[in-house]
């Protein structure tokens, strides 16, 4: 089963004011549907835009895996564990909240930044928070901690990808346009794919794309 969120669907939120501009893909702060809670291990799929200057001052997360993937501009991080980096186009950031941990999120450059953050359910609760940056990541990212890999496609114009077997997929396109079972899907549409298997991620235009697996 395939069910096709477009970008215009997503929810709108964060502080558009204060230069904070959020599009929710499930329930989130004060969008709540509870037939949109979650899927799979993913519990917050939300796209970012932060004006230069603007951010997310220091707030608490816990019980969570927390991965960002930036599109375009820096993501400067700051943590309580003593991590501060700046995050570009092309790496992949991981917060392992564990039992607690703050962080601040700010664009401390001079462009527009936009990033994707999501939120994953850990297979166990407690531990200590721990942090991973990689740099220019290509392929895929393993994050047993919720059973879960993350895969990304960068396809150039009439190249396809074949996609895992899995109890669930999700593909978020980041930019361009990719063809997914007859559906055309075009930058921050998504794909939620049950028992997944034999499927391809064609690209009608050159594109970026994220898939989680979860599931074997």
Partial sequence: MIRIQRAGDRYPGGDPEAGVETRHALSFGPYYDPDNLRFGPLLAVNEERLAPGAGFDEHPHSHTEIVTWVVEG?????????????????????????????????????????????????????????????????????????????????????????????????????????????????????ARVTDAAGLTLGATAAAEALVWESGA
């Fill in 74 to 190: 820096e993501l400067t991080h700051r943590d309580t564990t003593g991590h501060e980096t700046v995050v570009r186009p092309g790496d992949l950031q991981h917060l392992s909240a564990a039992a607690g941990v703050r962080h601040v999120e700010r664009n401390a450059g001079d462009a527009p930044l936009a990033f994707v953050q999501m939120w994953l359910a850990p297979r166990e609760t407690g531990g200590e928070p721990s942090y991973t940056l990689v740099r220019g990541l290509a392929g895929r990212y393993e994050l047993p901690a919720a059973d879960a890999v993350l895969h990304v496609h960068r396809l150039a114009p009439g190249e396809e990808a074949g996609l895992p077997r899995a109890r669930t997929l999700y593909v978020h396109v980041t930019r361009g346009t990719v063809a997914l079972a007859g559906e055309e899907l075009a930058s921050g549409d998504a």
